[in-house]
Structures are given as C-alpha cells and as structure tokens.
DNA sequence: AACGCAGCCAACCGCCAAAGA
DNA sequence: TTCTTTGGCGGTTGGCTGCGT
C-alpha cells in the first residue's frame, strides 16, 4: 500500500489542532506531494488523509451546508448530458463543493426517495427527450452498461412484459445476468438506472455470450447466436464454459465463473442458458419499432 | 429518560492510471 | 522498458445527531 497502511498513522476525525497545522502549512508550501506534506506539517496522517481533508473542509472556498436549487439542477442536469455520474467531473461545475460532497448528497436522496417507491430524479426530468439525440447515444456507447437503458427507456410495454416475468427471480439474477440493480426489482418496474440486454430472440432469453466477451452485455451479441444456434445447449454449453473469458463489469479484472457463481450462491441463476418465455416480445418489438436503430440491432431484428 | 431507527456526512478502502525513478 | 510511488476516484463504512416511540 502506498500511503493508507503505515501503522504509524492516526485515522478517524481531524482535530481543530491537526485541521489549523494541515491549513498553515498548504497555505504557506502548496501541495506538490501529499505525503510531503503530511511529513513537513509534522502530522501522524497518510498523505491521502491529509489530501482529502483539505480539499473538501480546509480549502478557502469550500462550500458547507444544503444544497440550493441551482446546484440541484446542475447535478440533475449533468445526468441528463452524460447519462451518469461523473463525481469529480460535477464538482467542476459545482464551485465550492467536493466530489464527496455531491456524492453524499446524490446516494442519501437516492436511498430515501428509492425505499418510497420513488425515483430519484426530479418528476419534470425528461430524459428520453434529450438521450434521443444521435450525439447522446453515441456518448453512451463509450460505456455499454448505459445502452441498453438509454434505448429501452423507450418502451414502457416491453418493459413491463420483461419485469412482470423476473420480478419473482431474485436480486442477484438481475445484477449478474441481466445487469440491473436491485432497487429496480423492489419497485416493481424497470426506469431509472436499470439495465437489461438486448432484445432476446427466442426461444432461449439468454444465450450464451460470444467468445471475447467483455460485458455480461455481449449475451446478445446477434452475431454469435448466428453462429452457435446450431449448437444444441449442451454442446454450446460447454463452449461457453471453456472458452469465455469472463471479466468484471469494467471489463478489466478477470474472473473464473467458478468464482462469479460461489460468490453469489445462485448457480442456477447464474446460468446463461436459462430460458425465460417472451413469447410476446416479438409484437412488442414490431409495435416498437425504434428499438432497432442501429446495425446490431437490425441483425437482431432480422434474427427474430 | 431510554432506546431504536434513519439520515447525514466524514473518512477510509481498494483499484487504477499517471508520473517518476 | 519495468517497477515503484503518488494522486485521484468511486464505493462503502461507521459514527454522530435528531427524531419518534
């Protein structure tokens, strides 16, 4: 560890004495290296700790207390652009309040309007609307967990034909197969942060994922059902296993599926090769339409 | 007055990327 | 080019406070 392990350093609440010696020193030296810092300052605090206290209580214009309307729409606002959050880069645009500080507000209005039913963004917030721009979803597709939410936002009928199936399937089918959070389940419908995959062809809702897979996002990628339909579930079942480099949701950390199953204790659930019916799928995607807009997705299309 | 609960907020942890040696 | 250190970030935790019972 860098900085947060040496035994010698006090944790826990700042003092008035250590916040007046941390606010002299950075005032009189600057901040060209935190550890630096601490050891100059003659505090028995990691250079991290000594960082974080100071930008976001002992800095000169850091701002305390509730936030205001404005900086509520900003926040608001910001989602609406990026289709996420984005801690340090919103507190660029919120002078005076840290990244901890917009976190802490955004996660405590989350949690309470969630555990009413609520969402968590303003009633007059219409995100379809401005995620429909062509700039907007192509932003999005830097991140594939914000695609499928940006597109099935859309439609509320297919929305409510997936959720009323999984509702009775636990949490963490949704976190692991699906990708959606568990909140989502909890109030009965699927807006807001939620994820689910691309439109399943039927008759096999989750098929098994292509063999680069980068996201659990890929379990539609039409091109490999294209491929391996031929394959009966067994045959590809074993493709899938010996074959699948799984990664974390970053795409980044590599995990055995043995170990993504144990941690989760959902064998069952965790089996791409689960059938779900959507029989009816098929007529709400030709309702929908626009569900289609882009080459993956027509494949997709013509798959069903 | 005592207790439990929820909300808030400060602080920590672990991961990662950039910078430096 | 490789390894180490540092800073930055997002997620999470734990303590404090206020409120209701």
Known sequence: MSSSSSVDTKKGTWSKEEDEILKAYVENHGTRNWNEVSKNAGLIRCG??????????????VKK?????EEETKVFVFYKKYGEFKWSKLAEELPGRSDNDIKNFWNARKRKLERRGLSPFPDN??????LNSSQQIEDS?????????????????????????????????????VGSTSTLIDRGSIIGTSYIP????????????PMETQYH???????????????????ARRVYLSETNFVDE?????????DDVEANLLDD????????????????????GRLFDNDDNRNLHDTI
């Not at 991290?48 to 214009?61: G, I, V």
């Not at 207390?65 to 309307?69: A, I, K, L």
């Not at 996002?217 to 045959?235: C, I």
């Open 269 to 288: 659930f965790m089996d791409p090769f689960l059938c779900i019916d959507f029989s009816n799928l098929e007529d709400d995607v030709e309702a929908g």
């Open 65 to 69: 207390g509730p936030f205001s309307e």
């Open 198 to 209: 691309m439109a399943p062809p039927p008759p096999c809702s989750y098929l098994p994922p």
């Open 217 to 235: 996002g890929d379990f539609m990628d039409p091109d490999f059902w294209l491929h391996n339909s031929s394959l009966d579930n067994d045959d």
């Open 141 to 177: 597709q830097e991140d594939e967990f914000h695609i499928p939410q940006l597109k099935f936002r859309k439609y509320p009928s297919i929305f409510d034909e997936i959720n009323e199936k999984l509702l009775d399937v636990p949490n963490m089918f949704y976190n692991n197969i």
């Open 250 to 258: 970053k795409g980044k950390k590599p995990i055995s599926l043995e």
């Open 48 to 61: 991290k700790s000594c960082r974080l206290r100071w930008y976001n209580h002992l800095q000169p214009d």
């Open 125 to 130: 917030m219409e995100l379809d609307d401005e």
